[in-house]
């Protein structure tokens, strides 16, 4: 499990967030961690209110991409994004957004 920096719970999620592939960031921009929404060996919860909008955002290689942000409910910290309004097949989570939780 996952939590934000203020300690709001985040993600629970099956595998751990280091044995998932990361996006790079020479591309996008910020490092992201990237979590395939149709992979039966994949499960995961997010409790993050999602942006109705999205923000668009100019890649490193000048493409532009739609960004639909998550942010934390508790602090709006921005913690993930999905690159489609509907039926994204990956969701990527910001490194810097996450700390790991101790569950006993």
């Not at 020479?26 to 993050?48: E, K, M, Q, T």
């Not at 890649?59 to 532009?64: L, Q, T, V």
Request: hydrophobic residues 35%.
């Amino acid at each position: 499990a996952y939590r934000c920096r203020c300690a709001q719970f985040i993600l629970a999620i099956t595998p751990q967030l280091s044995n998932l592939p990361h996006r790079d960031p020479s591309i996008c921009g910020v490092p992201s961690i990237v979590i395939p929404r149709n992979d039966g060996r994949c499960v995961f919860i997010i409790n993050a209110d999602r942006d109705r909008k999205s923000t668009n955002m100019r890649r490193k290689d000048g493409k532009d991409e739609r960004w639909f942000m998550y942010h934390c409910p508790r602090c709006n910290l921005a913690v993930a994004y999905d690159t489609a309004d509907k039926e994204a097949a990956y969701t990527y989570f910001l490194e810097s957004a996450l700390l790991k939780m101790d569950v006993d």
